[in-house]
């Protein structure tokens, strides 16, 4: 019995022993491996724009992170919008039954965007709201209650504005909103009403260019909650900006990043190019720099299951842009043709389609 | 001076001492020859006397110490030599009963001084630099953020407070020790001031330009303010307030030690006179006397003294700090308010807070809170006011508050109904806006400040007043105590050359 067992102790590691070789290769493999992957995050991260692997890592983190249940959507956000209806429904309804002083559409809008929605501070100290933003809202109210001064105007932070409307204290947002994949899980948007594009604003003198490799090391400012914010942060993460860009500035509205850049507590802005233009109107020593690096649109935000209200304020915008009178074109010259340009055709959205179906 | 060595009347008889010596008393000790003791060939002037007993031969290496001991022993045998000891005892312990005095009273009285003069003042002026600061950010900004263009008024309370301000840190400077954190304090002040004021020119250029970004300029200036300027005012406020409460522990305590050393002398000087009536059977002895005259008046004169400035610098403190302080706070609340109640409209709904299950407004929520503080803290000034003339402004002030709700209710209910316009007016309006409100409470709080840092003054200048000389008196006078009980003994001393 004794010996048995010795001699299969001993064929037992002659078997190990064999394998011991095997084995001892296959965690060198690993250990390479495993340098391998984690050479890169011991490398300093400096790496210029689009190296190949961290891109990859950017397509699955986009995947993931921006909520888009289809390509298309992804594609074409502002796409998915509901068709137009002039009738009303349950939101409709309720907005139309509130009593007395209350019976008011309630916005949130902004009152820092210079000729968006802002206040004239010369206009009287009546607080009156005006700006492009704002004709739409009366349009709006106009259409809806009969009367364009029927409205509560609510001044939400730009990261305020998912939330006030989630939360009901809101009916809508008019804020130059861009349509995104990320925010259509949580609101529903109208058709677009507006194009726009992320830009570059610095002072003339920097050496900045545009969206490019010039923002390396340089301290740039975003609002919180806004797409240039969410942008920059994916596109460094990503590698295409240069990880050496600070982004740690961020403000509550867009405007103020204007007031880090003239006190040279920031290098650069980024925002829609049509607030950065309100920027530099304000400000004649700062401009745009380089080219609108993506295509954007700005859309009315609305609860996410109001759908009467979304075929409406659809409705209202295609009577408003077919109203050459006192409508979009209108409104875009009395406000924008001295910041953005007399002409309006790149600001103004194609035909809209309406691919959203429920 | 002198007096005879017996009282003409008979004196009772002492026990323990012969009835009607006719010569000077030969007191003797136990164990001694009885013997007269002049001062030796070998004893000068000042020194004991030699030893009488033979075993105290001079030896061979002395210490200076052991002869001294034993020199004292020996002296200790015979009469004068006692006396001698005594006399030295008796000087000493008055002279420290009123070194001590001295030392402890002029603590106390620089404490005391250091209250009325300083600490005081230092703490009332960091309030005030709390207030200019908190009101000049209300009027620059949110006036202005919620209505367009600041009116000469309140460009003018703006400028106001910003130099009453700069005033009170340049006091504060001056009057802060040099490396203490509330030195550093005044420096980040002094230091942030013409930033918050750059950022409000700032805003106002580009106001005139009508271009919104001068509001962002306001948010910014605002920010400053809220974030770095008024939590470090309102330190300053809580630092020189713990300095004023330090000045009381250090100027109020009895001084025990001063009181207890006066007893000791006094029993000191008490036993030596009846030592003597015992030897001599003489009542008086004229440097004795005067030396327990003068230690009785520092003692009462100590104790008096400092009873008085205790409970006049407790009365500065109860009526006048406490109140101050309760009115301070009060006014801050108020200010806080008024500041919340304008960020409100500026904000038009945008911060909100949920408060159990419901959403309201975190400014009004905010205005709210400081509302109740400003309720509790003028209903605790109503109870301290000792007075009706420093009652009144309260009242009233109560009243103003009273007002300002309803008035704010109102506002709120416009602003809740989309006429914002209507809400605006009702704030910061000319006629019946809760600004008129707000400013009653803010002037009657200012009246009351005012009336109660009078009655401060005043009880702690009495308090500091009722100490006044008492240092340099019993230094004068114990000195006086010490050469009378030397002269007393002295007297004795001289019946045996």
Known sequence: MKGGVTMQGRRLRARLRGWGGVGAMALVCAVALAFALLLPLTQPRDGGPGTGGSGLARVTQARAEDGCPTPAMRDAPEKQSLSPSGADGKTIEAIKNRTGEKRKLIVGVDQNSYRWGYRDPNSGGTGDLEGFDIDLVHRIAKDILGDENDVQFKAIPTDQRIPAIQDGRVDMVVRTMTINCARMSEVAFSAPYFETGQQVLAPKSAPITGYDGSLAKKKICTATGSTANTKLTGDQEAGSLASSADLKTTVPNQLDCLVRLQLGEVDAVVTDGALAASQAAQDPTVELKGDPFTVEYYGVAMKKDADDLVRRVNQILVDYRQDKADGWQASYDRWLSATLGKDSSTSEPPAPQYLRKS | ?497
Request: aromatic share 6%; charged share 20%; hydrophobic share 40%.
């Open chain 2, 1 to 497: 001076m002198t007096h005879p060595a017996k009282s003409s009347a008979a004196p009772p008889p002492a026990p323990g001492v012969p009835t009607i010596p006719a010569v000077p008393p030969q007191p003797t000790p136990p164990g001694q020859p009885d013997q007269y003791t002049r001062p030796g060939p070998q004893g000068g002037p000042g020194l004991p006397p030699p030893p009488a007993s033979p075993q105290a031969s001079p030896q061979a290496r002395r210490t200076a110490f052991a002869e001294g001991a034993d020199r004292l022993r020996a002296a200790a045998t015979t009469e004068p030599g006692r006396l001698r000891i005594i006399g030295a005892l008796l000087a000493l312990l008055v002279v420290a009963f009123g070194a001590v005095t001295a030392w402890q009273t002029a603590d106390r009285s620089a404490a005391a001084d250091d209250v009325l003069n300083n600490s005081q003042p230092l703490s009332s002026a960091a309030a005030d630099i709390y207030r200019s600061l908190a009101d000049a950010n209300t009027t620059a900004s949110s006036g202005f953020l919620a209505g367009g263009q600041e009116t000469a008024a309140s460009r003018e309370r703006y400028e106001k407070d910003i130099d009453n301000a700069a005033e009170g840190l340049v006091e504060a400077a001056a009057n802060s020790d040099p490396g203490s954190p509330a030195a550093a304090t005044v420096a980040d002040l002094n230091r942030l001031l013409p930033e918050y004021k750059g950022l409000v020119e700032r805003a106002r250029t580009y106001n005139r330009q009508g271009f919104p970004v001068g509001g962002a300029y306001l948010r910014y200036a605002n920010e400053k303010m809220q974030k770095e300027m008024l939590p470090k005012a309102e330190d300053l406020y809580t630092k020189e307030n713990q300095r004023l409460r330090a000045d009381y522990a250090d100027a109020t305590p009895y001084p025990w030690a001063a009181i207890g050393l006066g007893v000791l002398a006094l029993a000191g000087l008490a036993w030596a006179q009846h030592r003597n009536y015992r030897r001599t059977n003489r009542v008086l002895n004229h440097g004795l006397v005067a030396a327990s005259a003068t230690a009785t008046v520092v003692l009462l004169w100590l104790v008096v003294g400092h009873s008085v400035a205790r409970a006049d610098l407790n009365a500065s403190y109860d009526d006048g700090v406490r109140s101050l302080n309760v009115l301070h706070d009060a006014r801050i609340a108020s200010l806080k308010a008024r500041g919340n109640e304008n960020l409100t409209l500026v904000a038009r709904g945008a911060e909100t807070k949920k408060v159990g299950t419901e959403s309201v407004d975190a400014y009004d929520y905010d205005f709210k809170t400081n509302m109740a503080t400003l309720g509790k803290g003028l209903a605790e000034a109503e109870k301290l006011a000792d007075d009706t003339t420093g009652e009144q402004p309260v009242t009233q002030a109560v009243g103003n508050m009273a007002e300002w709700k309803k008035r704010h209710g109102a506002a709120r209910a416009d602003d809740e109904n989309g006429n914002y316009a209507d809400a605006l007016a009702r704030v910061i309006g000319a006629k019946g806006a809760t600004g008129e409100c707000f400013d009653s409470v803010d002037a009657n709080l200012a009246e009351a400040i005012d009336h109660e840092t009078t009655e401060f003054e005043q009880s702690a200048g009495d308090g500091l007043s009722a100490m006044t000389g008492l240092s340099a008196g019993a230094a004068v006078l114990a000195v006086l105590g010490a050469a009378g009980a030397v002269l007393g003994i002295g007297r004795r001393l001289s019946e045996y050359r």
